[in-house]
């Protein structure tokens, strides 16, 4: 089993930036793809940022030029910095990562989320 760990939530003004972090632990040596996701209140769970194992990276529309992912693999551990924080990027931040190339096979684990908020 996979036990997911965020930190870095926290409230800031617009303008602002913050940095989250996700450490894996349990047996996680079979991880492969790492990734970050966001659910505002009454929305969806969207992906914000991906990275593969060979560092294949993708991002949301919405993030791209503000947001950073990168991936430290010999900690497990994968990272979101966020800059230029916008009020719309409040939200509930996620830790996805899965055992292929792809959110879309094989087993995937989630972590409990870590709220960003962004005032105005």
């Known amino acids: 089993q996979v036990q997911l760990v965020e930190s870095g939530g926290g409230l800031v003004q617009a303008g602002g930036s913050l940095r989250l972090s996700c450490a894996a632990s349990g047996s996680s040596s079979s991880i492969n793809i790492m990734g970050w996701f966001r659910q505002a209140p009454g929305k969806q769970r969207d992906l914000v940022a991906a990275?593969?194992?060979?560092?294949?990276?993708n991002y949301a529309d919405s993030v791209k030029g503000r947001f950073t992912i990168s991936r430290d693999s010999a900690k497990n551990t994968v990272y979101l910095q966020m800059n230029s924080l916008k009020p719309e990027d409040t939200a509930v931040y996620y830790c996805r990562l899965g055992q292929s190339s792809s959110f879309s096979y094989g087993i995937n684990y989630w972590g409990k989320g870590t709220l960003v908020t962004v005032s105005s």
């Open positions: 990275i593969s194992s060979g560092g294949n990276i």
